[in-house]
């Protein structure tokens, strides 16, 4: 199978390090915790432009190269590629591609089939639905923490495997079969993938 799998926050704990990012810079306490609404730049009190703009310098700065791999996804996604070509399907602007390359060659060296951006100018434009990248490489599964991203994915008939985030906790449809809810990359649900 080819499965499509989003890089913050389900492969890589990006919030962590980016709040650490903004707490420096603003003088702010944030925890990822704190986050519990799905549109981001509420949590930060801030417009989503400049969201966007602190992102991309964030991507740029030394502590973006320290962002770890989520807890147990090394091992899984090394399990998951002997069987399945992985694309990681990500919001990340195209312009932080070096560095995103970078990140993944750290944590999952050869792992990954290709990296799809689905946002450009630093983010503020989408450039493809991530529905739209998966019908282009066949891929009928994603691997997702963002509400929105798995409502319209589920909604082109993409099975959606949900990470538990704070920002997911809220109440939108679970469509059944379609949306699941995973709590980790330890889950035994995501055992059956696995032949
Ligand atoms: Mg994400």
Redesign the pocket.
């Given at each position: 199978m080819i499965i499509g799998v989003?890089?913050?926050?389900?492969l890589v704990n990006s919030s962590e390090t980016f709040a650490a990012f903004w707490n420096a810079v603003h003088g702010t306490s944030f925890k990822k915790e704190h986050f519990t609404h799905h549109e981001f730049h509420r949590n930060w009190g801030a417009t989503p432009e400049d969201v966007a703009k602190m992102w991309m310098r964030f991507s740029k700065a030394e502590s973006h190269k320290f962002t770890p791999a989520a807890a147990g996804a090394k091992s899984m996604v090394a399990r998951l590629a002997q069987f399945h070509k992985l694309h990681v399907v990500t919001?990340r602007p195209l312009e932080t591609d070096k560095e995103t390359y970078q990140l993944i060659d750290v944590h999952f060296p050869g792992i990954f089939s290709d990296i799809h951006f689905c946002t450009k100018n630093g983010g503020t434009t989408r450039a493809q639905l991530k529905s739209d990248v998966c019908r282009k490489i066949g891929s009928g599964i994603m691997l997702?923490?963002?509400p929105h991203?798995a409502q319209q994915c589920a909604a082109d008939g993409i099975h959606i495997y949900l990470f538990d985030q704070p920002w997911n906790q809220g109440a939108f449809p679970l469509l059944p079969g379609t949306i699941v809810r995973v709590s980790s990359w330890q889950d035994k649900i995501l055992e059956t993938l696995l032949p």
């Open positions: 989003d890089f913050d926050d389900v919001n997702e923490d963002h991203g």
